[in-house]
């Protein structure tokens, strides 16, 4: 008779073993490639929210502007831009900076510059340094205020930065003023 040695153990033949560490192997790999990518894909939403805003603002620029061809060239009065302009655009969600939306989806979070309701558009000097429309800590509908109610930490750029619009059409991210 021969005799099994207690401390060694025998060899498997199944090729399960082989399945079973490979997979452990792959578990162990996947979960470090995860961690490693998680920020870029917290980046890639982030930048794909900016790009949604700065989208629901060119929108709004453009409503702006054939809002006032038809009204003499006028921006709508004191409390009133969105309701004005909601003729002009695909929803009412592009009233909504995306990143506020996802707060609370009753909220709008932009903010119309105070100093334009009632102006003449086509009047106004150096648009492209005028701010019309941009991110707000006013999250109510119709909001007018002017950038110190910038978002503080910022809605965009890892809270580094809030989206504007300005008068000539333009988008931009800026940081707090």
């Not at 033949?13 to 979960?31: D, E, N, Q, T, Y």
């Not at 000097?125 to 800590?137: G, T, Y």
Request: glycine letters at 6%; proline letters at 6%; aromatic letters at 8%.
């Amino acid at each position: 008779m021969s005799q099994i040695d207690p401390l060694v153990v025998p060899e498997s033949k199944s090729p399960f073993r082989w399945i079973l560490g490979g997979m452990g192997c792959l578990g162990i790999v996947a979960v470090m490639v995860y961690a490693l990518l998680l920020p870029v894909f917290n980046q890639v939403e982030t930048s794909t929210q900016t790009r949604l805003c700065m989208t629901n603002l060119k929108s709004i620029g453009a409503a702006m502007i054939l809002y006032a061809e038809e009204n003499n060239d006028k921006i709508p009065e004191k409390g009133t831009w969105m309701d004005r302009f909601l003729t002009y655009v695909d929803s009412d969600v592009n009233f909504a900076c995306p990143v506020q939306r996802r707060m609370d989806p009753r909220t709008y979070g932009y903010a119309l510059s105070k100093v334009l309701p009632g102006q003449s558009l086509s009047k106004i000097e150096e648009p492209e340094k005028k701010e019309a429309v941009f991110d707000s800590n006013r999250i109510e509908r119709n909001a007018e205020s002017d950038l110190t109610s910038l978002p503080d930490p910022g809605r965009h750029s890892n809270g580094r930065k809030n989206t504007v619009l300005f008068l000539d059409g333009r988008t931009d991210s800026i940081g707090r003023m």
